[in-house]
């Protein structure tokens, strides 16, 4: 199974493309799409949008994995991260690629181990799992790995319960 991680940010979009096989997990491709401050916002979606399609129709993922979004104290921001996230997903719907998403609480959790786990604790981790030669960077590089690995550890438990609700 290949899946694309994806993690929206309107300044830098991260993405990574990790395929599990026999239980082994390979980073097949990583990058970010980067986009200016004094760029209009209709313009940075645009880029991210043409950018993130461009990846989807080369590597054709299975699915795509997104966090979900995260409310904190700055509203803006959360916007800004929710306009990045819709065309992320628009992205993914034109180029009919399944889409699944998990919070922050739970991608820390499945790379980790620690649901609290901070920004280096996962580039470390997911250096370690994908066996690269350096930690990604920027963060936002390793977020979207780490979010690919969180649905490649949690996959086959959702086809087994949906297996299992199959059968009820």
């Not at 390979?26 to 799409?33: F, I, S």
């Not at 461009?54 to 979900?68: F, H, K, L």
């Amino acid at each position: 199974m290949i899946v694309l991680g994806i993690d929206p940010g309107t300044a830098i979009t991260g993405y990574g493309l990790v395929r599990e096989e026999h239980g082994a997990l390979t980073c097949l491709k990583m990058g970010a799409v980067l986009t200016r401050a004094q760029t209009p916002l209709p313009a940075r979606l645009s880029i991210i949008y043409d950018e993130l399609s461009a990846v989807i129709a080369e590597s054709r993922p299975d699915c795509a994995a997104v966090e979900q979004l995260f409310f904190n104290t700055n509203a803006k921001s959360a916007l800004a991260v929710g306009h990045a996230r819709g065309v992320a997903l628009l992205a993914c719907a034109r180029l009919e690629t399944p889409v699944v998403e998990y919070t922050p609480l739970q991608v820390k959790l499945a790379v980790s181990g620690y649901g609290r786990a901070d920004k280096k604790q996962i580039q470390s981790m997911v250096k370690l799992l994908l066996s690269l030669d350096a930690e990604p960077r920027p963060d936002d590089i390793a977020d979207a790995l780490a979010i690919a690995i969180c649905h490649l550890s949690s996959a086959p438990y959702q086809a087994q319960a949906n297996r299992d609700g199959d059968q009820a």
